[in-house]
């Protein structure tokens, strides 16, 4: 489809009112594009007319999120179903397949982890990560699991259990290494197993992770028969172990309930004026076999959908954890979004029979329904009062509370170190967003920079950037962290001198690398772009050819740089041959403390890459006209590079595809 070239609907009344008009007041789907039609928002309504509508109107308090979205609305569509379970299938369906930005209720928090199982390769990896990235539609993400040891604890003890493929890179290339010899892999890195026979091996870990663990041991246990009574008695064996590992796996904590049978999932929160933490535990033949835990901006901050309104736009009485009957409400929406953001990202055979919530969900028949047509069997959704299932949803309550305290204590602490950080540089207001910088070589070779972001104390992953020095002076041999951190500084923030300045109040975009930066970073609804504060890792120095550049810049009196020395922790400003008074415990130098060594980590990992991918590389790459095909041939003859480095041209020459002259062109390459 084109781009859209037009005007905001905010700013075009008569435009806006027409299509409004054109929207039924039936239950459906709606979808929200920007100038360039890319989908911002997908939602769904009873009333799709008096849903849309709900944005536009002056009278209405948008949360800064959403109001920010509104402003980039330029086209409006929807879809019309027949039903409100209809329309919340759909939706669920549309945002798994366009990931609009603005359609994330749920945090990208990076304490809680992921297990993932990438099937879409063809020896899928199994792995732990903090992000759950928009990969193939193929991989599967299970979590986020809220005891981190726990997961590493399962995972390491599946690698036990199950042979699977246990280093990312091959160890050897001709060869597998000591995992195939005693049994942990079957030598997925020379394929001497099929992708089929590896999948299925795949297919019952994932069955632990779907908390089928009890129905994967009635699988095994009767193959494990067949195969002795086969006398194949090695097999038997195997199969044997791999059961007394799933039974002491699954020999935890018991959940005594009623009805052993029924798999349960129980939700519940708690929440402050801006986050709500939410934990779902996950209830199998009576045993709690996953704890997962998410981050929910509560309604003040984030719209919720009830019968049409946006519960940011309800007036509050109390806090919705508070209770009471609108209370009640609103953490219900909470939970019901939560839930069916969930659930979208499932398999049907994860979805339990039976969900325990906390609160009375706003649309709960609509979204039993759904769930039920995807399991195939019917799904209850209950709010208990009393007796077991009730002492249940307390106890998810109670860890969501110890939660969130654990949060409060974070953001108190944050807060005060970014108050103290003001007060000891003397700045107007505290520094929301951090820039650290550092640079990292070994003596010159492989020079690279790294920038990090914290935001209101915080890292900002998704900010962070590398740099690959390009001053051709900097070399093996031969260093410079002055101008290696001038010319990082000057990439930043070039293009924004006297020019820029007007771009700087509206917000900096990183510019030195745009093909790094995502295509919705023109949408992103995180502070300015420009930093509160830059800091710089070193002495005078380092400090002196930053404020240089930026003063050549016509910048210096726009941005705020100080630098931290490591030997004493010193903070050094522009101009002040001393450092500042200070104490190393004071909380705005720890902080300071914390961005340093990010920016030192980060850097350290990009430099380590580099250079390990440099020594990956052969030296044979470094002769002119030899390609990788003929490497492969000398290599096959030779063996080595040092058996090749000590023949004689005529040796050389006899290699197929290897004339004379390039022949004589290797030796001379090695023999200078």
């Known amino acids: 489809m084109p781009s859209i070239k037009t005007l905001p609907l905010v700013k075009d009344a008569e435009r806006l009112e027409s299509r409004l008009k054109e929207i039924p007041a039936v239950p459906g789907v709606y979808l929200m594009r920007d100038e360039s039609d890319r989908i911002l928002y997908i939602g769904k ?33 929807f879809i019309a179903t027949d039903t409100e379970a209809e329309a919340l299938a759909l939706e669920a369906n549309l945002v798994k397949q366009h990931q609009p930005y603005f359609n994330v209720l749920l945090k990208d928090d990076k304490k809680y982890p992921y297990l993932c199982i990438t099937w879409s390769e063809e020896y899928p990896r199994i792995f ?57 892999c079957v030598g997925v890195c020379q394929g001497l197993t099929s992708p089929e026979e590896y999948r299925k091996i795949l297919q019952k870990v994932a069955m632990i992770f779907q908390g089928r663990t009890q129905e994967l041991l009635d699988l095994l246990a009767p193959q494990m028969e067949q195969a002795a009574e086969d006398l194949n008695f090695e097999t038997a064996a195997r199969i044997r172990d791999q059961i007394k590992g799933l039974q002491s796996l699954s020999a935890g904590q018991k959940v005594s309930l009623p009805d052993d049978t029924v798999s349960r999932d129980a939700i519940a929160l708690a929440a402050d004026t801006q986050h709500a933490c939410v934990q779902l535990f996950q209830i199998r033949a009576g045993q709690l076999v996953a704890r997962l835990g998410f981050m929910a901006e509560t309604p003040s901050q984030t719209p919720l959908e009830k019968g049409g309104q946006e519960l940011s736009q309800l007036s509050l009485s109390s806090p919705p954890w508070q209770g009471g009957e609108r209370g009640g409400v609103e953490a219900g929406a909470i939970l019901q979004r939560v839930l069916e953001e969930h659930y979208q990202n499932v398999e049907s055979v994860e979805i339990p029979s039976e969900i325990l919530v906390q609160y009375e969900l706003p649309e709960g028949e609509i979204l039993s329904d759904w769930l039920s047509n995807r399991k195939g069997r019917k799904v209850t959704i209950l709010t208990p009062q009393r007796q077991t299932k009730a002492e249940l949803i307390e106890m998810v309550e109670r860890n969501a509370e110890y939660e969130l305290a654990r949060m409060q204590r974070l953001s108190d602490r944050n807060s005060q170190a970014m108050e103290d950080l003001a007060e000891i540089l003397d700045l107007p207001e505290v520094p929301r967003r951090i820039e650290g910088y550092d640079i990292s070589h070994i003596q010159g070779s492989d020079a690279v920079a790294s920038r990090v972001v914290f935001i209101d104390g915080l890292p900002a992953n998704q900010h962070y950037r590398h740099y690959k020095i390009k001053n051709p002076d900097i070399k093996s041999g031969h260093s410079d962290d002055f101008a290696s951190l001038a010319e990082v500084i000057g990439r930043r923030f070039r293009g924004l001198k006297e020019e820029g300045r007007g771009k700087m109040e509206e917000g900096f975009r990183d510019l030195e690398e745009p093909e790094e930066i995502s295509n919705l970073s023109s949408v992103s609804p995180t502070i300015s772009d420009k930093p509160d504060l830059i800091m710089i890792d070193g002495g005078k120095g380092q400090l002196s050819a930053v404020v240089a550049v930026l003063r050549e810049m016509n910048l210096l ?64 790459d470094e002769i002119p006209g030899l390609g990788h095909h003929r490497q492969k041939q000398l290599l096959a003859h030779f063996r080595s590079i040092d058996y090749l480095r000590l023949a004689t041209p005529e040796q050389l020459a006899e290699v197929s595809g290897i004339g004379p002259r390039l022949a004589a062109q290797i030796y001379d390459y090695f023999h200078p």
């Open 128 to 184: 732990i990560t903090r992000k759950r990235r928009a990969g193939s539609a193929k991989d599967r993400y299970y979590g986020p699991y809220v005891d981190t040891g726990a997961l590493r604890s399962t995972l390491h003890l599946i690698k036990r259990i199950f042979p699977l493929r246990q280093r990312p890179q091959p160890l050897f290339k001709d060869r597998p290494c000591l995992n195939y010899d005693i049994g942990r």
């Open 45 to 77: 309504s009873k009333k799709l007319r008096n849903r849309v509508r709900s944005y536009f109107r002056e009278s209405q308090n948008l949360s800064p999120r959403i109001a920010m979205m509104v402003q980039q609305v330029r086209e409006i569509e």
């Open 557 to 620: 009196e726009e941005l705020r740089v100080v630098s931290l020395a490591k030997q004493r922790e010193e903070i050094f400003l522009p101009g002040e041959s001393l450092p500042l008074p200070t104490n190393s415990e004071q909380p705005g130098v720890q902080l300071l403390r914390r961005v340093r060594d990010e920016a030192h980590r980060f850097a350290v990992s990009f430099h380590r890459d580099r250079r390990s991918e440099r020594m990956k590389r052969s030296r044979l």
